[in-house]
């Protein structure tokens, strides 16, 4: 077992770091208030910067526009842009993620003609799955995708959608025959420019800068060519497609965790109460101490799910595990990030509140604390607690 960084690894993340500080962490707060990732402009020209870094696309092969990084590396970067712009992570991992259910689709066409704008982060992507009466069970879905002469016609609303307001490219998961259940499932790309939906924003507690949206489509066209599953694979694409956003979630809130615990450990070595650092009490060192051994637990946990896939191995069980826990790793962390700045904690004159908003995001998309413990516990019983 090797922990080490590589030296490519090593110089990636120092320069990420430094433009990461100089340009990206100045506008968190900011966008936090002003929403500015809601004018796609904006999020081109941030996602352009980030490309090079393998943010946007890391592990997308070069062929498609992407950089070919391994997950273990794509994961690194997403752990510090996290930590520096939480909002902007979720974006990017949301590009990632569409950028990888094209590269794995069986759609030639469709990687050739949209993955490179997606990759290179020209054509802003969302991935649909959740509806308003559809959450955890995704087999009930209810959108509507009917053949008609020249391609489809899609008819439902998406809601909760990461990037849906932003977008240029939506992946709609929907059925072909609701009698089918998850059987009946498919993945349908529908491009904006030709086929106009309507959006509505979401407002939210944290990720205030990322934009979570409602998505409506009525008749919408979907080309002939355009879908990226075939019938009834629609469920068992996204699903694969899990393990690596998953990850991502996980690692995302290893980011937020460094960021809270590091912020935690510069206050309380300065704050003075009592005639002393407050750093000096055994009740907040047990807090830095439980911060510190919580986070590295959930780093663990996450780069070995992100080591597997770059063996190539299935790791449903350990990227579960790993969004279960670093997530709510992360929740904690904050929270007691929070508890160690006193009154300045809950200020937004500090960071920390806005760790515990955003971090609080994370155990709920891709899948449920609960919903990951009970993948977590079908694997290891070889019983399923689902239909
Ligand atoms: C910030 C954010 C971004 C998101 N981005 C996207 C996106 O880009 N695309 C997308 O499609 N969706 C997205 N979602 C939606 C997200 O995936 C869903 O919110 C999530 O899957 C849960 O669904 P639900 O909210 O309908 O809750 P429900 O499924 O209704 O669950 C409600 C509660 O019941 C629990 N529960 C449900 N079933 C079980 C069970 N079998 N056993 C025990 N407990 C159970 C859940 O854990 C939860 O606590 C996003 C959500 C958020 C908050």
Known sequence: MDFALTEDQRILLDSFEKFGRKELEPLADEYDRTKALRDPAVVKGLLKKLYPFGAVSGPIPEEYGGLGLDYVTTGLIAEKLAGIFGSLGGVCLIQTVCGRLITESPNQECKKS???????????GCLCVTEP??????????????????????NGTKTWISNGSIS????????TDRSLGAKG????????????????????????????SELIFEDTKVQDNHLLAEPGQGLKTTLRTFELARSLMAVGSVGMSRAALALAVRYAQERKQFGKEIGSFQLIQAMISDMRTRTDAAAL???????????????????????????????????????????????????????????????????????????????????????
């Open 114 to 124: 949209i993955l490179p704008a997606i990759c290179s982060g020209d054509s802003i």
């Open 133 to 154: 009466n559809v959450g955890s069970f995704a087999a009930a879905i209810e959108t509507a995708l009917k053949k008609v002469d020249d391609g489809y016609l899609l």
């Open 168 to 175: 240029d490219k939506a992946i709609v998961i929907a059925t």
């Open 185 to 212: 499932l498919t993945a349908a790309l529908v491009d904006r420019d030709r086929s106009p939906y309507k959006t509505r924003e979401l407002e939210k507690m944290g990720m205030k800068a990322f934009p979570t």
């Open 301 to 387: 946990l996450t780069y070995r799910a992100f080591w597997m896939m770059d063996q190539g191995q299935r790791c449903d069980a350990q990227s579960a595990m790993a969004k279960y826990y670093a997530t709510e790793a992360g929740v904690e962390t904050a929270s007691e990030c929070v508890q160690i700045l006193g009154g300045y904690g809950l200020s937004e004159e500090y960071p920390a509140e806005r760790y515990f908003r955003d971090a609080r995001m994370q155990t709920i998309p891709d899948g449920t604390t609960q919903i990951q413990k009970l993948i977590v516990g079908r694997d290891t019983l070889g019983l399923s607690a689902f239909v």
